[in-house]
């Protein structure tokens, strides 16, 4: 078995069998095969773990860890990048599809553009129906990108290394649970390093009507605190800035069936 280049790390807790699975066969369909999988099976219960130990033995290249209980998925991510081998490492989601070129493309920017410390791409979102609509992330992004959402769809990242050695990896303080994604990259725009975005879609990502209604209006409240902090370590809290610190508040009253008819609306 070749060296891996890539690690792919991903954090699991009860997820759904065939989401996994197909999750893991786009994996196995990729063009660029120097990967290895370290999957965190993060406290899932008895009839979930006989799930994921089964996916795992699709493939030679899976290295299949566990835990006895929930920690959390920046724990999980910690865990995995620190079993990890390779020089660059990928995220990716139990119940996402990578495109056949994701780390083909993603493997060959960074080699090119030594300037970016990762790199990610639009997404094509999805359910149970299929393909509804397209997530668009900045080319480039600036600090002023992190205002409206992360400008970066964090399970289509590749990073190298190092970026996530500097950043210390995922922050665990329960404050930030399901907010991981949007810290790690505030702090290490904070730290001068920067990300691109190709500009076309290597994932397929799943969001539908109870993604939305998993938010919770804690979580919102976590978020408004996560940017009053991050906005204000990047230099963007100003006064006119203010109205995005307390977006998730203000959406969390805004019934889940409307909000995701937005969605569909503007990710067309």
Wanted: net charge positive; glycine share 6%; proline share 5%.
């Amino acid at each position: 078995m070749e060296q891996a280049e890539i690690s792919i790390a991903m954090g699991v807790y009860n997820p759904q069998p065939e989401l996994l699975e197909r999750c893991i066969r786009s994996l196995i369909r990729q063009r660029f095969t120097a990967w290895e999988l370290v999957l965190y099976n993060d406290g899932s219960g008895p009839d979930h773990t006989r799930e994921v130990r089964r996916a795992a033995g699709m493939d030679p290249r899976i290295l299949c860890l566990e835990g006895e209980e929930n920690r959390g998925l920046a724990y999980a991510l910690n865990l995995c990048i620190r079993h990890s081998r390779a020089p660059y490492i990928a995220r990716m989601d139990a119940d996402d599809e990578a495109l056949p070129d994701r780390l083909t493309e993603e493997h060959a920017l960074l080699e090119q553009e030594k300037q970016y410390s990762w790199v990610g791409s639009w997404a094509l979102l999805t359910d149970r129906n299929g393909v509804w609509g397209t997530r668009r992330v900045p080319e480039m992004p600036r600090t002023e990108d992190f205002l409206f959402n992360s400008p970066f769809i964090h399970p289509s990242v590749l990073f190298r290394r190092e970026a996530l050695e500097t950043a210390g990896g995922y922050r665990t303080d329960r404050k930030l649970r399901l907010l991981e994604d949007y810290d790690l990259f505030m702090r290490l725009y904070r730290s001068g390093l920067r990300g691109y975005n190709i500009q076309h879609p290597l994932l397929r990502y799943h969001e539908d009507r109870d993604a939305l209604r998993r938010r919770t209006y804690s979580r919102r409240i976590r978020e408004a605190r996560l940017r009053l902090e991050g906005f204000r370590s990047l230099g963007i809290l100003r006064a006119e800035t203010l109205p995005y610190v307390v977006k998730p508040l203000v959406a969390g009253l805004i019934p889940a069936g409307i909000r995701h008819a937005a969605d569909r609306y503007f990710n067309r």
